[in-house]
C-alpha cells in the first residue's frame, strides 16, 4: 500500500540529501502509521483469539482492579476485563468506519460522475442537495436522525454516510469535470468510445486516488466519531464492548481508577495516528499537488 | 475521382451566453460562428491542410467531423454517406475508417494506460477480437519505428516525439481511410518535427490513407501536403494546390503567413511582414472583406463590401476572397508587384 | 556591426557576464546536470539570444539569473557578474533590490504572467515600488509606456483586468510592465511561443524598436531560430546543458561551426526552399544528464563523430574574431583554443 522509495544520497549533496531526508521523515511516519494501521486490524479481526476473558461477563475479578497479570488493563465497575472488551471494542468503530465510508464512497462517486458529466441542470440539482446537506452542524444532524429512528449501529452509519457523501460527490465531480475538457477523453470519444468505458477506464482511475487519500483521511474521523456518540450513549447498547462505550465508563469512575480512560483511550489515539499518518503519506505520494507545505 | 469526404457549407456555431442572461441584455443573436459556411472535400488518398491563426476554426472543422461538436447547418459526407445527423452509435461504424490526432502529443493518451493498451483500445473500443494484442501493439509500434519494449511504458514516460509517434500508431491501427491531424508538431523541437512529418509521408505511401492536416505553420505541410486551404475567422479565404499558393498567394493573409516563418538568417530580416492588429474577436466581425482591418492593401470598397470568391485564371482549383488580388511572384518572401500600392507599411 | 563588436569586446566589461556557471537539480533518481561550464557575455546594449531545444536548459540559465529557480537547484560552480555584482553571492535583499529595477522578466505564457484580480493600472504602479515620485506621475509613466507598446488607447485601457485584453495585447502588456522600470537588462524567455506566427511577428519588432528607444540589454532565449535571426546581435547555441556555440548572429547563421548548430540549422523549415516529401531531422534522443557526463555531449547524435568525442570535453575553440564552439574538430585545424 505505501510506497518507499528508498533514495541513496550522493557524497556532497546538501540539497539532494534535504530532499532526501524530508521524504525519508515523510515516509517514517507512513510506514509507523501502516503499520498501525495493521495493527489496530490484526487485534480486530483476531480479537475472539487474543482476548483473555469474556468481554461482556460480569465479575470476573474484582470491581475497578488496576491492571495485574490476569487483568492486563485492570476491570472495570462490573467487573468485566477492560482488556478483553478494548480489543472486543475496536471491532464495532472498524465496522463503522468501513460500512460508512465504504457506502459513503460508492454512492459519492456515482452522484459525482452523474453530476460531472450530465446535464447542466441536473448537476445544479444536486449540488443544491449537497449542500443542503452539508449546511446542517453535522453533530445535531446526527442527533436529530438518532432522536428519530432510536440509536444502533445502522443509525450511525447512515448519518456518517449521509455526511460524507456530499464531500466526496463534490471532490469527485470537480476532478471529473477538470477531465471533461483533457484531449485525451476527446481522443477516447473521437475513436468511438461509450459513456461507460470513458467514465469506467479513462475517468475513475484518474479521480480515484485522491479521494480514497480523502477517505482514509476520514477515517479517524468517524473512529472519533462513533466513540463519541457511543460515549453519549448514541451508540451501541450496553454491553456491547465498544471504545467509546468503555470509555464513557472509565470517564464515570475517573475518580477511583484512571485505568479505563488510559486503556480504551490509546487506542482511539492509535487508530486516529494510524490512519491520519497513513493518508498523509498516501497523500504525498500519490498527489503531490494536494500537498499542504512546500 | 470521387470524394472521400465532402463537406458542404458547414456552419458551427457557439452559445456565448445563456438564454436567460440573452434575454435580460437584449442580445438578438447569443452565438458566435466559429466555422461559417465552409465546404471543401478530400479525395482519396490525398492531403488536404487547414491553415490558420488561433480562433480561426480550424480545428473546430475537425472537431465536427469526427462528431466531436454538432454543426448547425451543412453537411459532412464520408464515403457517400452523410454522417453529421448520425447519432452515436450510429456514426460509430464511420469513426472506424477515420482517425484524429490531437495537438498534445502526451495529453491526448489516456495516463493511467500501457502503451499496449492504448494501442490495442481502437480494437476494444470496435469490438474486434484479436487473439494476440500484444502482437498487433508489436506490429504497430514497429510501424511507427519505436522498439517493442515501448509496449509495457506509461505516457508520461514517453517524450514528445515518443508520444507523437504512439498517436499516430494508435490513428492506424484500424487502418483507417482518412487521418486527421490537428497540429501534428505542435510542442515538438525543429529536430523531431521533420521526423513525425517525414513518418506521416511515409506512412501515406504505404498505406495510401488521406489526410487532413490542421495548423498554423504554413512551411511545416508544404512538403507533404497536395492542396490547401487558408483559414479567417471561420471562413476559407483562399483555397488552391499547394504548389499554386507558395508560389502565387492571392490573398494579402496568405502573403503575410509564408513571411511569418522565413529563412533564419539575420540579413533576410526585412522579409517578414508585419499585420497591423490582431485576429477580431468572432462577437464582433468587421464589416465587408473581415481582413480589412489588418490588410497593408485594403481600400474604401474592402471595409464596405464582403468578397465573393473569384478564381484564378489559370487554375480553376485556387479560390480566394480578395477584392484586389496579389498579381506578383513571390521572391524570398517579398512581393514584386501590385496592382495598388497603398504603402501604409512600415518600411 | 563587427566593429562595434570588437570595440565591446576590448573596451567596456560586459552587463551581464556568466562564468563557468554548473547547477544541478536533486531529483529523486538523482542529480541532473542541468547546466555545465556555462559562459556567456551580454554587452551593453545589445541583444543576445539563447537557442536550443527543449532541454537544452535556456530557460533554466534565464531562471538562474533571475534567482527564480525552484527549491532543489543548486549552483554547483561559476559565477553570474551584473554590473560588477556577483548575483549569486549578494545577499537575498540586494538582490531583491536589483530586480525589477536594474534587472526585469517577460515571461512565455501571458495568459498567467499578471495578476488576474488586480488591474493593469495597479500592477503598472506596484512595479515601480523602486522609483519616486507620486502616484499620478508613476500613471502617467504607466499611459506612456502603454501607448509606446502599442496599446490603443492606453487612458482608458489602464483600469483593465487582464483577462480584458487577448494574448498578444497581454504580451504587450507584459513587456510594457518589464521596459517601465528602465532596467538595464530584460530577461525574455520564449516570449512570442504562446502566440501566433503573425503576432510573432509583432513583438519582435516591438521588442527591437523598444531596445534601441531605451538602450537596454536583452537575452532573448528562444527556440524559433527565425527570430533569433531577426531580433539578436550576439547569439548561444544550448544543447543538454551546454553552450556548444556563441558568437555574433551572422557568424552563426552563416558560418555555424558546431554540427548540432548546423543540423539545427538544416532542420527549420523556413530554410527548406524546395518542395521535399523528406524533411532533414537530427537522429537520436536527448541524452540523459542524470549524473556525470564524460566526453562531447552531442557525440551520440554527432555524423562526425569520432575516438577523442567519447574521452575528452572539446573545450571552446575559437574560431574567427568572435565566435567559439566546443567540438573536437575545430582542434585539429590551426585553431588555437580560446
Known amino acids: ?294 | 475521382m470521387t470524394a472521400l469526404l465532402r463537406v458542404e457549407d458547414l456552419r458551427v456555431r457557439f452559445r456565448t451566453m445563456g438564454p436567460l442572461k440573452a434575454l435580460a441584455t437584449g442580445t438578438k443573436a447569443p452565438f458566435i460562428d466559429a466555422v461559417c459556411g465552409v465546404s471543401f472535400e478530400i479525395r482519396k488518398g490525398e492531403t488536404l491542410a487547414l491553415v490558420g491563426e488561433s480562433g480561426s476554426g480550424k480545428s473546430t472543422i475537425a472537431r465536427t467531423i469526427i462528431g466531436l461538436q454538432r454543426a448547425v447547418s451543412g453537411s459532412i459526407c464520408f464515403d457517400g454517406q452523410e454522417i453529421e445527423e448520425l447519432s452515436g452509435t450510429e456514426r460509430k461504424p464511420y469513426l472506424r475508417r477515420m482517425a484524429m490526432m490531437f495537438q498534445d502529443p502526451v495529453g491526448s493518451l489516456s495516463p493511467r494506460l500501457t502503451v499496449r493498451s492504448l494501442l490495442t483500445e481502437p480494437f476494444r473500443i470496435h469490438g474486434i477480437k484479436r487473439r494476440d494484442a500484444g502482437g498487433e501493439a508489436e506490429r504497430l509500434l514497429r510501424l511507427v519505428g519505436l522498439p517493442a519494449d515501448f509496449a509495457r511504458r506509461y505516457p508520461h514516460q514517453l517524450s514528445g516525439g515518443q508520444a507523437r509517434r504512439i498517436g499516430i500508431a494508435r490513428a492506424l491501427a484500424l487502418n483507417p481511410d482518412l487521418i486527421i491531424a490537428d497540429e501534428p508538431t505542435a510542442g515538438l523541437d525543429v529536430s523531431v518535427q521533420g521526423e513525425v512529418l517525414n513518418l506521416l509521408a511515409r506512412l501515406q505511401d504505404e498505406l495510401g490513407m488521406a489526410i487532413l492536416i490542421i495548423t498554423h505553420n504554413l512551411n511545416v505541410v508544404r512538403h507533404m501536403t497536395d492542396r490547401m486551404a487558408i483559414m479567417y475567422l471561420g471562413r476559407f479565404i483562399e483555397v488552391g494546390s499547394t504548389e499554386r499558393i507558395f508560389d502565387q498567394p492571392r490573398h494579402p493573409y496568405t502573403e503575410a503567413l509564408l513571411a511569418a516563418n522565413p529563412e533564419p538568417d539575420p540579413d533576410a530580416v526585412l522579409n517578414r511582414i508585419e499585420l497591423k492588429g490582431e485576429v477580431p474577436s468572432l462577437l464582433r466581425r468587421p464589416s465587408g472583406c473581415e481582413f480589412h482591418t489588418r490588410c497593408r492593401y485594403a481600400q474604401d470598397l474592402c471595409s464596405r463590401v464582403f468578397p465573393e470568391p473569384s478564381t484564378n485564371p489559370n487554375d480553376a482549383e485556387h479560390n480566394f476572397r480578395c477584392h484586389f488580388p496579389l498579381k506578383g511572384e513571390i521572391v524570398s518572401g517579398l512581393m514584386l508587384s501590385h496592382p495598388v500600392s497603398v504603402g501604409t507599411e512600415r518600411s | 556591426m563587427r566593429r562595434d563588436d570588437l570595440i565591446q569586446h576590448t573596451s567596456a566589461p560586459p552587463l551581464l557576464e556568466i562564468r563557468d556557471l554548473s547547477l544541478d537539480f536533486g531529483t529523486p533518481r538523482g542529480r541532473v546536470r542541468a547546466l555545465r561550464n556555462v559562459s556567456l557575455d551580454v554587452p551593453a546594449a545589445q541583444v543576445v539570444g539563447i537557442v536550443g531545444e527543449s532541454g537544452s536548459g535556456k530557460s533554466t540559465l534565464a531562471y538562474t539569473v533571475m534567482g527564480l529557480l525552484s527549491e532543489n537547484a543548486d549552483v554547483t560552480s561559476g559565477s553570474i557578474l551584473f554590473e560588477g555584482k556577483d548575483l549569486l553571492k549578494i545577499p537575498a535583499r540586494a538582490r531583491r533590490s536589483l530586480l525589477g529595477d536594474r534587472l526585469s522578466m517577460v515571461f512565455q505564457d501571458p495568459m498567467t504572467a499578471l495578476n488576474p484580480v488586480r488591474t493593469i493600472e495597479n500592477q503598472m504602479i506596484d512595479i515601480q515600488h523602486h522609483g519616486q515620485g507620486s502616484r499620478s506621475e508613476k500613471r502617467a509613466r504607466a499611459v506612456d509606456m502603454l501607448h509606446r507598446v502599442g496599446i490603443p488607447d492606453p487612458k482608458n485601457r489602464l483600469g483593465a483586468y487582464p483577462h480584458q485584453f487577448s494574448g498578444g495585447m497581454r504580451q504587450r502588456v507584459c513587456i510594457a510592465m518589464a521596459l517601465l522600470v528602465k532596467p538595464a537588462l530584460l530577461v525574455a524567455d520564449e516570449p512570442t511561443t504562446a502566440l501566433d506566427a503573425t503576432l510573432e511577428v509583432q513583438i519582435i519588432h516591438l521588442l527591437k524598436d523598444l531596445q534601441t528607444e531605451i538602450g537596454c540589454s536583452i537575452l532573448f532565449v528562444s527556440h524559433h531560430l527565425g527570430a533569433v535571426a531577426e531580433l539578436c546581435d550576439r547569439v548561444a547555441v544550448m544543447y543538454a546543458g551546454e553552450v556548444v556555440e556563441q558568437g555574433a548572429v551572422r557568424d552563426i547563421f552563416h558560418n555555424p561551426a558546431h554540427p548540432y548548430t548546423r543540423a539545427l540549422l538544416e532542420c527549420d523549415p523556413g530554410r527548406i526552399k524546395k518542395s521535399t516529401r523528406t524533411l532533414p531531422t537530427i537522429p537520436g534522443e536527448v541524452p540523459s544528464l542524470l549524473g556525470s557526463t564524460k566526453g562531447c555531449i552531442f557525440r551520440t547524435r554527432c555524423p562526425q563523430a569520432f575516438n577523442r568525442c567519447v574521452q575528452e570535453d572539446p573545450v571552446e575553440y575559437r574560431i574567427g574574431v568572435d565566435q567559439v564552439a566546443r567540438c573536437h574538430l575545430l582542434g585539429d585545424e590551426r585553431l588555437v583554443p580560446a
Open chain 1, 1 to 294: 500500500m505505501v510506497r518507499v522509495e528508498i533514495i541513496r544520497p550522493e557524497p556532497n549533496d546538501a540539497v539532494a540529501t534535504g530532499t532526501f531526508l524530508r521524504q525519508l521523515r515523510k515516509n517514517r511516519l507512513g510506514v509507523l502509521g501502516a503499520l498501525l494501521v495493521v495493527l489496530v486490524f490484526v487485534s480486530a479481526f483476531f480479537a475472539p483469539l487474543i482476548i483473555t476473558h469474556d468481554p461482556i461477563k460480569i465479575m470476573v475479578g474484582p470491581r475497578l482492579a488496576p491492571p495485574s497479570l490476569d487483568f492486563l488493563l485492570g476491570t472495570d465497575q462490573l467487573g468485566r476485563d477492560t482488556f478483553s472488551r478494548v480489543i472486543m471494542g475496536g471491532r464495532i468503530p472498524l465496522l463503522v468506519a468501513f460500512a460508512s465510508l465504504g457506502s459513503a464512497l460508492a454512492v459519492g462517486v456515482v452522484l459525482g460522475l452523474i453530476a460531472g458529466f450530465g446535464p447542466r441542470w441536473l448537476d445544479n440539482l444536486l449540488l443544491l442537495v449537497f449542500d443542503t446537506i452539508r449546511s446542517f452542524p453535522g453533530i445535531i444532524f446526527a442527533l436529530a436522525i438518532i432522536a428519530l429512528v432510536g440509536p444502533s449501529l445502522a443509525s450511525i452509519i447512515f448519518v456518517i454516510a449521509m455526511t460524507s457523501v456530499p464531500i466526496y460527490a463534490r471532490v469527485l465531480r470537480t476532478q471529473a469535470q477538470g477531465l471533461l475538457s483533457s484531449e485525451y477523453i476527446a481522443a477516447e470519444r473521437s475513436m468511438g468510445a461509450g459513456t461507460a468505458r470513458i467514465l469506467g477506464v479513462h475517468v475513475l482511475p484518474n479521480v480515484i486516488g485522491p479521494l480514497l487519500i480523502l477517505v482514509s483521511m476520514d477515517v479517524p474521523a468517524v473512529i472519533a466519531w462513533e466513540a463519541g456518540l457511543s460515549f453519549l450513549g448514541m451508540g451501541v447498547r450496553p454491553p456491547t464492548p465498544d471504545w467509546g462505550a468503555v470509555l464513557n465508563d472509565g470517564y464515570s469512575y475517573i475518580n477511583q481508577t484512571p485505568w479505563l480512560v488510559i486503556g480504551s483511550g490509546i487506542p482511539i489515539v492509535l487508530a486516529t495516528l494510524g490512519f491520519t499518518f497513513l493518508g498523509e503519506a498516501l497523500r504525498d505520494i500519490f498527489d503531490p499537488k494536494l500537498r499542504k507545505d512546500l
